[in-house]
């Protein structure tokens, strides 16, 4: 019990000291698995497209990456409960349950974590017992639960997976003020979208400016977020009827057209300079040039035609929603092994050099596309070796566990910020923005791999490595284990 106290004052003082959000929420998972006497603890952050696990700890460990799919009715069930809930392993997804059984787990423990009636996230762990829970391991899991909602509650780098909680936000958010702007009427929904409740709104000046009458005005809060604000006059009253809508998925959707607009014309730029400079230069000194030149010349511009065609096929895979890269894809066994080799050597040479590889023989077959290895792994060594030393390695390695076989890539560079490892597969997205970034790209590598990996049943992560630098890891259903589960864990 003095260990538990003396952890949980360690986890007090990292958060005053504004210690990064996944940092605190992933020593806050594993203080719940040792208060709680579990096998494991996870943690799923929430936003409108569903959850993800951004944490685990234990058992849990192996589903860090993974979907969680809110129409469950698993999840469902913790979603509509405003206690503990309590599950056994018929209730779990079948691909959780399958996993959690060979490790030994029977009975699982849930809480949902909520902020003004929002979902931000929920608490797992799981117990070798069938159940029910004991009075210690409830109270640890209310604790947990409650310390991890004053963690969102004080943001630090929270929300990590980004977006709209997973509750619909409503869209009559509705207010009436008087003739000079004050506050008369405040719904429910109102107090919701601004984050102010009645009784710190009636009474006082609405918090965004009162347009008039049939105008529309696009606001932006403090906290970053717009509304789009609506008013009507009341006739023969003198009061204003106004209307406040939560638009800043819209305006982010604006944004991120005008960051594709600029990042391609600037990364387009360079190759399609490089290529053109090589081709004139032939067509205007072939007969000068010696053969090794020319040579040269004609083995640049197919590499660099070749970064401009993968420039391109990025591009194209992520205009609009992308659905190119939806839906489940029809997998068939393959050797992971032999596809990691192959897709090692149609590496280009520069890089090849830098990679160690170390894939035992004897690895299970994974089930999914293996077409699509060679992007995967282009990808996530490119990214490595991008924001490492030039003679620094990068290290590939696989793993296989009772139901996935996969792989690591890790590197020693720069490392990746715990509050950025899952904005790192967000549309591009860059670690640094502005004109003086220190290194290029469109931020586009990363949402493709997680895109590729998920529609194959898989998922993949990342970690910052405990020496320096990032770990990726991908991991796919094994071949000899059927094709688990379509969606979620």
Same mark, same amino acid.
């Given at each position: 019990?003095?260990?538990?106290? @003396?952890?949980?004052?360690?986890?007090?003082?990292?958060?005053?000291?504004?210690?990064?959000?996944?940092?605190?929420?992933?020593?806050?998972?594993?203080?719940?698995?040792? +208060?709680?006497?579990?096998?494991?603890?996870?943690?799923?952050?929430?936003?409108?497209?569903?959850?993800?696990?951004? /944490?685990?700890?234990?058992?849990?460990?192996?589903?860090?990456?993974?979907?969680?799919?809110?129409?469950?009715?698993?999840?469902?069930?913790?979603?509509?409960?405003?206690?503990?809930?309590?599950?056994?392993?018929?209730?779990?997804?079948?691909?959780?349950?399958?996993?959690?059984?060979?490790?030994?787990?029977?009975?699982?423990?849930?809480?949902?974590?909520?902020?003004?009636?929002?979902?931000?996230?929920?608490?797992?762990?799981?117990?070798?017992?069938?159940?029910?829970?004991?009075?210690?391991?409830?109270?640890?899991?209310?604790?947990?639960?409650?310390?991890?909602?004053?963690?969102?509650?004080?943001?630090?780098?929270?929300?990590?997976?980004?977006?709209?909680?997973?509750?619909?936000?409503?869209?009559?958010?509705?207010?009436?003020?008087? @003739? #000079?702007?004050?506050?008369?009427?405040?719904?429910?929904?109102?107090?919701?979208?601004?984050?102010?409740? +009645? +009784?710190?709104?009636?009474?006082?000046?609405?918090?965004?400016?009162?347009?008039?009458?049939?105008?529309?005005?696009?606001?932006?809060?403090?906290?970053?977020?717009?509304?789009?604000?609506?008013?009507?006059?009341?006739?023969?009253?003198?009061?204003?009827?106004?209307?406040?809508?939560?638009?800043?998925?819209?305006?982010?959707?604006?944004?991120?057209?005008?960051?594709?607009?600029?990042?391609?014309?600037?990364?387009?730029?360079?190759?399609?300079?490089?290529?053109?400079?090589?081709?004139?230069?032939? @067509?205007?000194?072939?007969?000068?040039?010696?053969?090794?030149?020319?040579?040269?010349?004609?083995?640049?511009?197919?590499?660099?035609?070749?970064?401009?065609?993968?420039?391109?096929?990025?591009?194209?895979?992520?205009?609009?929603?992308?659905?190119?890269?939806?839906?489940? @894809?029809?997998?068939?066994?393959?050797?992971?092994?032999?596809?990691?080799?192959?897709?090692?050597?149609?590496?280009?040479?520069?890089?090849?050099?830098?990679?160690?590889? #170390?894939?035992?023989?004897?690895?299970?077959?994974?089930?999914?596309?293996?077409?699509?290895?060679?992007?995967?792994?282009?990808?996530?060594?490119?990214?490595?070796?991008?924001?490492? #030393?030039?003679?620094?390695?990068?290290?590939?390695?696989?793993?296989?566990?009772?139901?996935?076989?996969?792989?690591?890539?890790?590197?020693?560079?720069?490392?990746?910020?715990?509050?950025?490892?899952?904005?790192?597969?967000?549309?591009?997205?860059?670690?640094?923005?502005?004109?003086?970034?220190?290194?290029?790209?469109?931020?586009?590598?990363?949402?493709?791999?997680?895109?590729?990996?998920?529609?194959?049943?898989?998922?993949?992560?990342?970690?910052?490595?405990?020496?320096?630098?990032?770990?990726?890891?991908?991991?796919?259903?094994?071949?000899?284990?059927?094709?688990?589960? /379509?969606?979620?864990?």
């Amino acid at each position: 019990m003095e260990g538990l106290f @003396a952890e949980l004052t360690a986890l007090a003082d990292m958060v005053n000291a504004g210690t990064p959000g996944l940092t605190a929420v992933q020593r806050m998972v594993e203080f719940t698995q040792a +208060a709680a006497g579990a096998e494991g603890a996870g943690f799923a952050e929430y936003s409108s497209v569903g959850g993800r696990v951004i /944490a685990g700890s234990g058992v849990s460990v192996w589903g860090l990456g993974r979907h969680v799919d809110p129409a469950h009715p698993m999840i469902v069930r913790l979603m509509s409960s405003d206690s503990l809930i309590e599950v056994g392993l018929d209730e779990m997804p079948v691909e959780l349950a399958e996993h959690m059984k060979d490790a030994g787990v029977r009975h699982m423990l849930a809480a949902k974590i909520e902020l003004s009636r929002r979902v931000v996230g929920t608490l797992h762990t799981y117990f070798s017992g069938e159940g029910p829970a004991t009075a210690v391991q409830r109270n640890a899991m209310a604790l947990s639960a409650s310390l991890l909602g004053h963690l969102y509650l004080d943001g630090q780098g929270l929300p990590v997976y980004g977006g709209e909680p997973v509750t619909a936000m409503p869209a009559d958010a509705i207010a009436v003020v008087n @003739a #000079d702007g004050t506050v008369r009427s405040w719904n429910d929904a109102a107090a919701t979208v601004t984050g102010r409740p +009645a +009784a710190t709104a009636l009474g006082r000046p609405l918090p965004v400016r009162v347009p008039t009458h049939g105008q529309v005005l696009d606001q932006r809060l403090p906290d970053g977020r717009w509304l789009q604000v609506l008013a009507t006059d009341l006739p023969g009253t003198g009061d204003r009827l106004v209307t406040l809508r939560d638009v800043t998925q819209a305006h982010r959707r604006e944004q991120a057209r005008d960051l594709f607009v600029t990042v391609t014309s600037h990364e387009l730029r360079t190759p399609v300079t490089v290529i053109k400079g090589y081709a004139d230069t032939l @067509a205007d000194h072939w007969d000068d040039l010696p053969e090794a030149a020319r040579r040269d010349a004609a083995e640049r511009l197919g590499q660099r035609s070749g970064e401009l065609a993968r420039l391109v096929e990025r591009l194209l895979s992520a205009v609009g929603d992308g659905s190119a890269l939806g839906g489940p @894809a029809a997998g068939l066994p393959f050797d992971l092994g032999e596809a990691l080799r192959d897709a090692v050597a149609e590496l280009p040479v520069e890089i090849r050099t830098t990679v160690q590889v #170390d894939i035992p023989d004897a690895l299970p077959k994974a089930l999914g596309e293996r077409a699509t290895v060679a992007t995967v792994l282009s990808e996530l060594v490119t990214n490595a070796v991008k924001y490492a #030393d030039p003679d620094s390695p990068v290290e590939l390695s696989t793993l296989a566990e009772t139901r996935s076989v996969g792989f690591r890539v890790s590197d020693r560079g720069i490392g990746l910020s715990p509050e950025h490892v899952e904005r790192a597969f967000d549309r591009f997205w860059q670690a640094e923005s502005g004109n003086h970034r220190r290194y290029g790209g469109v931020g586009l590598g990363l949402y493709l791999v997680r895109r590729l990996v998920e529609r194959q049943n898989g998922w993949v992560s990342l970690r910052p490595r405990e020496l320096g630098g990032t770990v990726a890891e991908v991991r796919l259903p094994r071949a000899d284990q059927g094709p688990g589960e /379509a969606k979620a864990w």
